[in-house]
């Protein structure tokens, strides 16, 4: 055997090694968010039955909360089904961790701003331009989706939440 086919050789024995460690601690992190989110939904799911009554509302004050509970058991759920069942392509498996942790990074940026401008120019404005960040750092580069996607959003909240469920959000002291 020449030396280059021994060195190629032990490269992919060792990626594989590497490989199959790093597809077992993705599954173990699926699962154990997965069973994380269940438990922390059932557990706020049971805490709205004791919310009071309120005779003229038509959905009643837990509506809402239990159905983000059932959410995060549903997606919990999927997390656990994907975790053992799921097989992992390269990519997935950290060949690309360095973007990973770039966009990463931007994204918790993004929110520190909007958490911190948000009080100043309101909850919508600040909702889309926050919104407009995340997918262009998403690679996503199309005007009418970077437009669009956090337009339709800030109205859907509108019309859901000011006007159906009179809900009132952050205006911003700026147009106060």
């Given at each position: 055997m020449k030396v280059g086919t021994i060195r190629s050789l032990f490269f992919t024995l060792s990626w594989k090694k590497s490989h199959s460690w790093v597809v077992t601690k993705l599954?173990?992190?699926?699962?154990?968010?997965?069973?994380?989110?269940?438990?922390?939904?059932?557990?706020?799911?049971?805490?709205?039955?004791?919310?009071?009554?309120?005779?003229t509302d038509l959905l009643g004050p837990d509506f809402l909360p239990r159905l983000y509970c059932f959410l995060l058991i549903f997606f919990g759920l999927i997390l656990v089904i994907q975790g053992v069942i799921?097989?992992?392509?390269?990519?997935?498996?950290?060949?690309?961790?360095?973007?990973?942790?770039?966009?990463?990074?931007?994204?918790?940026?993004?929110v520190f701003l909007y958490i911190i401008i948000l009080p100043y120019i309101g909850f919508y404005i600040s909702t889309v331009l926050a919104m407009s960040a995340l997918l262009y750092f998403s690679k996503i580069r199309k005007p009418l989706v970077l437009v669009g996607v956090p337009l339709g959003v800030a109205l859907f909240i509108f019309i859901v939440f000011e006007k159906l469920l009179k809900v009132q959000v952050p205006m911003g002291s700026l147009f106060l």
């Open positions: 599954k173990i992190a699926n699962i154990a968010s997965g069973i994380v989110s269940i438990v922390i939904g059932g557990f706020f799911y049971f805490l709205t039955f004791g919310f009071p009554e309120i005779e799921k097989k992992y392509s390269d990519e997935e498996t950290g060949i690309q961790r360095s973007k990973t942790i770039g966009y990463a990074l931007s994204s918790m940026a993004i």
